[in-house]
């Protein structure tokens, strides 16, 4: 066994564990039940409210130099400010 593992460049002693586990009964796979389980119930947590938008508006103030320029943005579309805000700092 050893001869033939140094012709082909391998281990002897993984040539020996290949020629183990191949001579071991094959295994058969895991037969499913005929009959349905059915459904089974898992605890879900509650869904969580999301906070109500805040009547406060979105301030930002962005300074470059000398130069300041300030941005109210309502708070109920701050999607819209973080997809302008993307853009101002392109």
Do not use: Y
């Not at 281990?11 to 001579?23: D, G, K, P, T």
């Not at 094959?26 to 089974?40: L, R, Y």
């Not at 973080?82 to 853009?87: D, I, Q, S």
Request: net charge positive; hydrophobic share 50%.
């Amino acid at each position: 066994m050893a001869a033939v593992a140094m012709a082909h460049g391998i281990n002897a002693n993984l040539l020996r564990r290949w020629v183990h586990e191949r001579a071991q009964p094959q295994v058969d796979a895991v037969t499913v039940s005929e009959k349905p389980v059915g459904f089974i119930s898992l605890p879900m947590p509650a869904p969580s409210v999301p906070p109500a938008p805040s009547a406060e508006p979105i301030r930002i103030e962005v300074r470059r130099g000398s130069t300041v320029v300030a941005v109210t943005w309502p708070a109920g579309a701050a999607d819209a400010c973080a997809a302008w805000m993307r853009e101002l700092l392109r």
